[in-house]
């Protein structure tokens, strides 16, 4: 009922909203946004000041306009991939069970503008699973005719497409068009004793199985979805039973960490910094929640934009086995081989007619459309090539991830299934991290938003309570990865109760959202170490005799790490340059003795060959003048992309400027 009659008012406002919207975007955005901290907070609206405010934990408020953010921030609308018509469409048969694709000979006729013949041809595109790498590797069919109305074969998960327009007179050349494209199917894999094994479990009376679909976007803090997002957060905001983590802080850098900690309660640092990750086979040995998920009945799905870029591919070899079961990385690669490409944002953007992310935001709708009613679903579809480098991007994409949303609320998701809609980190480089004050919490304070529906609301209101609590508590990773374990007992009432061998391992503490977070929690107690925690309060250090003697014994820290990872052959030595500025950090529930021997500085500085901007959190001994940090774990404010050519490893890749090499000037 409830899912119903927002569905309704939500599409009939649409046009309207969205006219709205252009027109009062800041006023309405930040409007929202202190009503609902207002609200979460119990105060009057009036600007709040922390998102999380406890003893342990004052994680401060950011406002999306500030002035400073502002001057940089441009609203950008979104230019279509192509500007031409789809000579193949597809749609799915729901009666038949299988896709159907049509050719549209009369488009082809208005484009040519005369009488011609339409010839299409498709190839299947699978992963290679004997290749040596088969995430890289996919496999491609002959060319098979293809014909209007054809039945797509339920053996064909992914094609492309190529289209000949033919003029009978041939020697017109404005007829010779050729249209390439590529198409995603979503078939049904299982048997029918599974299909009715999975339908009983979807529709047990006592414990329905709830879907979980996760939602990505890449680099998009909770802050920066206010600002570039405003439509989408309109849709959050309509459809109840969303709550927003206003405490959530990230665990790690960069995806990998972030995502590791959801998807298997550790984040993995000592491996990624040990090189682990690197080696054949490491990727499939870890214990990821879709597996518990597919053991539990439910089908499982995971789909990522940009094939260089993606998560566990990225300078890594990826999975041997597929790990789910129905996996866009094959396609993903296929197309950015074989279609054109178009840059924009400073990513591959345009991936033949489409937007990059279209593929993925498609498979989902693809996934919930063919399973909904057949089996549980376990997804998580993640988009990476309009946020990652360019922060106002996201406004480009407003409109069209909102009418995705809507897409998947029309199909029914928003009934049955819990939805979370995530990122990984905000801004980690660039100028928001080097031109604003902001630009370090935003790094730190991903978007975290959790959808339950309305029978789990129902069966489940002292869940939905803590839900409610919990939004401006301090949350984490290992929070969302023990409520996803949870999805799978929601009989289990107490953390307590919980095999101590699902318990999160870099955080046995850490605990579903369903259950009441401490209200005076600290970093360490939610899994969160003191380089990425954002709870304790900072002071800036202006005695300069202080910052410089800091800095100087980092700048040597990061040369001597240089030395130790035999690196000193590629990457240039280090020497300061300038102290932008250096903060200390007041890390409460400390006992004073300790504060008082060991200060914890976050400083940000240059250095001088090629000028990169770092950050670093270090501890420091005043009275000895000695230092502790973790060259690994230091930050690089600006894209590493120009200076680290010469190496590979992305955690080297922050810090090693790469020297001149003599022999290469010419080339
Ligand atoms: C249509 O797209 C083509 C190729 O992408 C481009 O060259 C052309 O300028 C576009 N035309 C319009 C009207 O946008
Ligand atoms: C277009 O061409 C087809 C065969 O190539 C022919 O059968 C048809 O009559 C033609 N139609 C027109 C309007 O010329
Ligand atoms: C992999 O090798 C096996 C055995 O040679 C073969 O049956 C299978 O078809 C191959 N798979 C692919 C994707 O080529
Ligand atoms: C295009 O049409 C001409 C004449 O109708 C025919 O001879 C030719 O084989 C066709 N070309 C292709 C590539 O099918
Ligand atoms: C037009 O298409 C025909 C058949 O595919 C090809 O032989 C010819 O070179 C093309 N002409 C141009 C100008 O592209
Ligand atoms: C919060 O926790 C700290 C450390 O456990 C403790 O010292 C402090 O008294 C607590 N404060 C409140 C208000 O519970
Ligand atoms: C600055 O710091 C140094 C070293 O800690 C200290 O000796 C000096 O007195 C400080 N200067 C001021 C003005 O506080």
Redesign the pocket.
Known sequence: MTVAKTQETSIQGKGEVSAMNRMLLVPFGTLFSLVALAAAAGQQPAMPKYFVNSPLCKMPYVDPFSADVMAIYKKIKLKDCHNDSELVTAEYDPKLKQYRVHTRLDLARKMAKENV?L?CGYQKIYRDGNATIPDDAYRMSKVIPLTDNLVVPNDVEYITTRC?L???N?KNHKSNITQRDAMTFVQDHLTPEELVHSFRLLNDEQDPKPNVIILGIDSTSRINLRRTMPQVLRFLKNLPGWFEMQGYNKVGDNTLPNLLAILTGDNHVENIEAGKFKVRGFEDSLDYIWQHFKEAGYTTAYAEDCQSLSTFNFHKPGFIRQPVDYYLRPFVRAIEKTLKLERRFETIFCVGRHISSGYVWDFAVQFVQRLLEETPMFGVFWSNSFTHNVFSAGSAMDHLFREYLLLLLKLGLFKRSIVLLVSDHGYRFGNIRTRTKSGYLDERLPMMWLYVPPWFRKKYPHYVANLRKNRNRLSSNYDVHMTLQHILQLNTRSHEAFDARIKAKKCPNCRSLFFELPENRSCSEAGITEKWCTCHPTTTVTNRTQYMAVARAVVQGMNQHLVAKKLTHLCENFQLNSVEVMDRKEILGERSTTAATEHVYVLNFQTVYKKPKFEATVRWNPRSSTLKMNVDELSRKDSYSATAKCVKDSLVKKYCICKKLPGKQHK
């Open positions: 013949t010839e000949f033919n003029s009978s041939s």
